[in-house]
């Protein structure tokens, strides 16, 4: 077993792990693998752990007890104090409606279990949801904790039935490793955040603490070259660019810390530049800095960009992540790590988060005080998915001063009988509407515009669902709603229903920046089918996604901003990235250009202006959220919608 000296190398390893992560937080895309440093973490953790656990196992006064209270008082003093502060901060700085979500995270880091909060609350690591969660960091933290919590039972079990310790943690490489794999090609997200797939890299720093080489047996040129090498590996994976954290990549940071730890020595090379006073000294504060520095990226990159220019926000944040974490370093870590009253000081400060978070989301009036006209979303109202889940604390927030009526139950299977159908009963429907969610927003301007062409309207629109299906195939998947019997049903019912009807307009609209190639594969296939029975097709292109409003209550963020009506106007907002709908829509012109049956109504122009988006226009707000249009919002292409509609009745 290696021994349990002092190594100034490895925190000097730590200095290399987490400078990497927090650049790559800020944004710097140079370093597009700065969160590889997690895995040397991983490593790291591993190696220490393992080595005090074998040395308390083998000299037989080991203590389950006192592991864990190790491990708290080392763990729980700095985390807990963080989620303190950005609890009482934040509420005051950021927009209310997210304090649900603030109080979830939280929770989440403090009784880690982050780690399946982001995987079923956030998703991907690297999208919109995840990048705006205060708490997303303590996703690996808790992945660790959960580590400890069986790994020192199976330690003590090899030891006790006398297993060989270093083949039973190479088996759980194994295992994880083969894992790991499989995850890779079926479920990217829950192999990167879940222990099970994540053990080998902690395994990895396990079996170390079963290795013992002799120094003096090997020359220090070829130690220092094989440390060197190991850097190597650990730096080449910050600059590389890989499609998630999830990749054969993850191998070299693991590869070349196990070489660092085995081979480098703080007497000479690559081991005595890590041992440099500031390698060390940073190295000592990288627990604090990797605890403070997301919460405070996300106050000022996420939360406060419309208030804060991006510069300014990566200036303040390295400034503010260095002053906290040097405060929780000296009063917090090393204060309670030793103290014999640190787990009467975890207590304190558990039951303080926790009552500070229950008054958060119960105690805290969420709503803002608005000078626009009352926001109409009509789009849940022509949903015709099965079964609508009961409404989330989240959509509640989010759906506060906005009339948004739901669904009449009497279309509960309307998903096989024709759609949600308004008109004339005596006649079959001459539109059919299909779409997602972006389809239903537009349900009661369409229904208007049917009423006045006096013809009876069928919406197959779905909220969360994808349009599109598989044409040919009696069976399709089922998502999110729906069952796999369900979307079947849905799928042959609207073509029975498009090829019986001959409906004069089959009105297409939907979120097509989420497109991937198999959905607009389905979407080309539909074409072909309309094309070969004879269909008009209208395609409402997509509106400009407004980036700082995000997925909230447009009006009530307006009004966290200050955001005043124009008295006559409209009212604009600054449009941070446009790529993928652009993309989207000159997808949807060319696709004008192939189909002579296909016709564009133009959403994104009147929309757009420069680099700005209309939100607004007097006392009426355009959006309900940063994507759907509101019924006002709609309503304002209703004429450009129904004179398309007459001049394609004409030809």
């Not at 969610?437 to 969360?464: C, P, Q, R």
């Not at 849905?490 to 097509?512: E, G, M, T």
Request: aromatic content about 14%.
């Amino acid at each position: 077993m290696s021994s349990l000296r002092y190594r100034p190398e490895i925190d000097g390893l730590r200095t290399i792990a987490v400078l990497p992560v927090i650049f790559f937080h800020l944004g710097f895309s140079a370093i597009a693998g700065g969160f590889y440093g997690v895995d040397v973490f991983f490593v790291i953790s591993g190696y220490l752990i393992t080595s005090l656990l074998l040395k308390d196992i083998q000299k037989g006064s080991f203590s389950f007890k006192e592991f864990w209270i190790r491990r708290v008082k080392r763990i729980m003093p700095a985390l807990l104090f963080l989620v303190l502060v950005v609890l009482l901060v934040f509420p005051l700085l950021i927009f209310k409606g997210d304090l649900v979500y603030l109080v979830k995270d939280a929770l989440s880091a403090i009784f880690s279990y982050a780690n399946f909060h982001a995987y079923f609350s956030l998703g991907d690591y690297w999208g919109n949801k995840a990048e705006s969660s205060s708490f997303l960091h303590a996703w690996s933290l808790s992945l660790e904790e959960q580590f400890y919590i069986v790994f020192p039972l199976f330690l003590f079990l090899l030891h006790k039935y006398n297993f060989s310790t270093r083949k039973g943690i190479a088996a759980v490489i194994l295992f994880s490793l083969v894992l790991y794999t499989f995850g890779y090609y079926f479920n990217p997200d829950l192999t990167f955040y879940m222990l099970p797939s994540r053990a080998w890299e902690l395994a990895f720093g396990g079996i170390l603490a079963t290795v013992s080489i002799d120094s003096e047996k090997i020359r220090p040129a070829i130690s220092n070259l094989l440390a060197i090498a190991g850097l190597l590996f650990i730096l080449s994976s910050y600059f590389l660019t890989t499609a998630g954290g999830i990749s054969i990549v993850s191998f070299f940071p693991v590869l070349g810390t196990v070489l660092i730890i085995l081979f480098a020595k703080s007497d000479h090379g690559l081991g005595r530049i890590l041992s440099t006073t500031p390698m060390v000294y940073i190295g000592k504060l990288s627990y604090s800095l990797y605890l403070w520095h997301w919460p405070i990226i996300v106050l000022l990159k996420s939360h406060l960009k419309f208030q804060i220019a991006e510069e300014t926000a990566i200036i303040s944040a390295l400034a503010l992540t260095i002053l906290f974490s040097l405060i929780s370093y000296y009063f917090i870590e090393t204060k309670t790590r030793t103290s014999a009253k640190g787990i009467q000081f975890v207590l304190v400060l558990l039951i303080a988060n926790v009552s500070i978070a229950a008054f958060l989301n119960y105690g805290v009036v969420k709503e803002y005080k608005s000078d626009f006209d009352q926001v109409v979303f009509y789009g849940l109202q022509y949903d015709i998915t099965p079964k609508i889940a009961p409404v989330s604390d989240e959509n509640k927030t989010k759906r506060l001063g906005v009339f948004a009526p739901e669904r009449d139950n009497k279309f509960k299977e309307a998903y096989k009988k024709g759609g949600i159908i308004f008109g004339d009963s005596s006649s079959t429907p001459k539109i059919i509407v299909l779409g997602d969610s972006h389809g239903a927003m537009w349900g009661k301007t369409l229904h208007d515009i049917a009423n006045e062409l006096g013809v009876s309207i069928s919406f197959y629109t779905a909220v969360g669902n994808p349009p599109f299906f598989k044409i040919g195939e009696s069976q399709q998947k089922g998502n999110k709603g729906f069952s796999a019997e369900q979307r079947s049903a849905y799928a042959n019912n609207f073509l029975q229903s498009l090829k019986l009807w001959k409906p004069d307009f089959l009105v297409i609209s939907c979120r097509w920046d989420s497109m991937d190639d198999e959905k607009w594969s389905d979407f080309y296939a539909l074409l072909n089918y309309t094309k070969t029975i004879g269909i008009k097709v209208v395609i409402l292109n997509q509106p400009p996604v407004i980036d700082i409003i995000g997925d909230r209550n447009s009006a009530q963020y307006l009004s966290y901003l200050k955001f005043k009506p124009k008295s006559l106007g409209p009212g604009y907002l600054p449009l941070l990235d446009s790529e993928a709908v652009l993309k989207a829509n000159a997808t949807i012109f060319r696709i004008n250009e192939k189909y002579k049956n296909v016709v564009v109504v133009d959403i994104y122009r009147t929309y757009r202006k420069s680099d700005s988006a209309l939100v607004s226009n007097g006392r009426k707000i355009l959006y309900y959220d940063d994507d759907h249009l509101s019924y006002d919002g709609t309503q304002l292409l209703k004429d450009e919608i129904l004179k398309v509609l007459k001049m394609q009745k004409l030809q």
